[in-house]
């Protein structure tokens, strides 16, 4: 079945920093989308991606869409102690005749204040 | 403006118990979803919805069962609980027929613990 590989799997930063994180995978995807996860609570969609080559900002957040269409990352800008949390990646696709969505195993990350 | 509810938060089983998580939404969401989140696996399908009176398996079905019998409400089912099934569990709903098209709109989760 379709896999997402996404990496780091942690990271620990300090505040200010920025960071970086990635998904591949070996297949093609129509959607990518990056969630958090706070502690304790569901998570919740940050960007969504529909095209290849799509770069999106939202806020202190920057995530782009591959143009080979199996990949994407995420970028955060001068990290907040609120940035905690677990970010997944998740790619939608077509298949079957109805849309299937795979996630990535998310990436922990700790922002040091 | 609750979107979607679970319960319970926590809960504690013996092996072999049977209880029901509850989901409902109120979005008139077509698209119903079950997920457990163990540590370094990520999120996994269980079952899901497309809409009231259909479900389908997801990628660990097995000990689990789901109905759908109105559009804001799907329970998950275990039969027989067993410690393999400890893990946090998540609904989350989307406005599509077809499957989980654009934003997924997830509750905040149900502990569970199986003794």
């Known amino acids: 079945g379709q896999q997402l590989n996404q990496s780091p799997q942690s990271m620990f930063i300090q505040e200010g920093e920025d960071v970086s994180m990635n998904c591949t995978s070996s297949s093609i995807f129509n959607t990518w989308l990056w969630y958090k996860q706070d502690p304790g609570e569901g998570p919740v969609l940050l960007i969504a991606?529909?095209?290849?080559?799509e770069l999106t900002s939202n806020g202190r957040l920057t995530a782009q869409f591959g143009i080979t269409r199996k990949d994407s990352f995420l970028n955060i800008s001068a990290s907040i102690p609120s940035d905690v949390g677990i970010y997944f990646c998740a790619g939608q696709s077509w298949s079957g005749g109805s849309e299937k969505l795979v996630f990535g195993k998310g990436m922990k990350l700790t922002v040091n204040p | 403006n609750a979107g979607v509810t679970q319960t319970p938060k926590f809960q504690v089983l013996k092996t072999g118990q049977s209880m029901t998580l509850q989901c409902a939404q109120d979005m008139n969401h077509e698209y119903m979803s079950w997920y457990r989140q163990d540590p370094g696996m990520g999120l996994r399908l269980i079952h899901y919805s497309v809409g009231a009176g259909i479900t389908d398996q997801g990628e660990v079905p097995n000990g689990y069962n789901v109905s759908r019998s109105t559009t804001e409400d799907f329970p998950l089912r275990l039969l027989s609980a067993a410690p393999s099934q400890t893990s946090v569990y998540f609904c989350?709903?989307?406005?599509?027929?077809?499957?989980?098209?654009?934003?997924?709109?997830f509750g905040e989760g149900s502990r569970l613990t199986v003794l």
């Open positions: 989350a709903s989307s406005y599509s027929m077809a499957g989980p098209t654009g934003e997924l709109f």
């Open positions: 991606l529909y095209k290849a080559g």
